[in-house]
């Protein structure tokens, strides 16, 4: 089993719409999660951090984390092309960051 | 903030030849620092934890004589490829930790630019 899980997609949503992009994790005792964005040729650049359990926005990006079913979420509200990207799940553990394989996103015009 | 440069972005070297590859924080101190390895289409690979003045910790599967890591000081980290081949061809990306977690709980970590290395 993997440490962290991610649907590959690809995940399809027109401009202006919301996506949700989804991550599960193995390990309950993880205490922080995040979310990277990386376009084709870049690395991963930082998007979310998130400790507890709840919602956490910041601008269009909201972080869901619910810690009993071991579960991370991002939402994207009004989506735009510029957030075509991969979406990278990230879990914090023992010094280690443990990567799911990512989410294709495309926001079509 | 939380800016993380590697040197060099690019590179192409002959099959047998040696790489060096530096990862810097430039404006924050990173006790840890990580390194990736890409190939297409695939997620990041954690070769190796890197820790300021401390031998670097490698993943299964990494050749620790390969793949040599200095952590120097508190903001620079290289990476050396030994006797490079076609097969370490690939796309490296550094991370560093931000020690002082003034942007957060203090794990995040932040990623270098990457550097794409082609051996022929």
């Known amino acids: 089993q993997k440490e962290v899980e991610q649907n590959s997609g690809p995940l399809s949503v027109p401009e202006g719409a919301i996506a949700s992009l989804n991550c599960t994790y193995s390990d309950r005792v993880s205490q922080s999660f995040f979310w990277y964005r990386q376009y084709s040729g870049k690395s991963p650049e930082l998007i979310m951090s998130i400790y507890s359990n709840g919602d956490k926005e910041d601008g269009r990006f909201t972080a869901q984390l619910n810690k009993a079913s071991q579960y991370v979420s991002l939402l994207i509200r009004d989506s735009q092309p510029s957030d075509s990207a991969t979406y990278l799940c990230a879990v914090y553990n023992f010094n280690k960051f443990y990567f799911g394989s990512g989410t294709k996103l495309n926001v079509k015009p | 903030g939380a800016v993380v440069s590697q040197h060099p972005s690019w590179v192409i070297c002959k099959s047998g030849t040696s790489v060096k590859i530096e990862c810097r924080s430039l404006?924050?101190?990173?006790?840890?620092m990580f390194w990736y390895r890409q190939f297409p289409k695939q997620s990041l690979m954690l070769m190796a934890t890197?820790?300021?003045?401390?031998?670097?910790?490698?993943e299964q599967g990494v050749e620790k004589d390969k793949f040599l890591i200095n952590h120097a000081s508190l903001t620079l980290s290289t990476l050396t490829v030994t006797s490079a081949h076609p097969e370490d061809s690939s796309f490296y990306i550094c991370s560093a930790r931000d020690r002082a977690g003034k942007r957060g709980a203090g794990y995040e970590q932040y990623f270098g630019p990457g550097t794409r290395l082609t051996v022929t």
């Open positions: 890197s820790n300021e003045g401390s031998k670097a910790t490698y």
């Open positions: 404006d924050f101190q990173a006790t840890t």
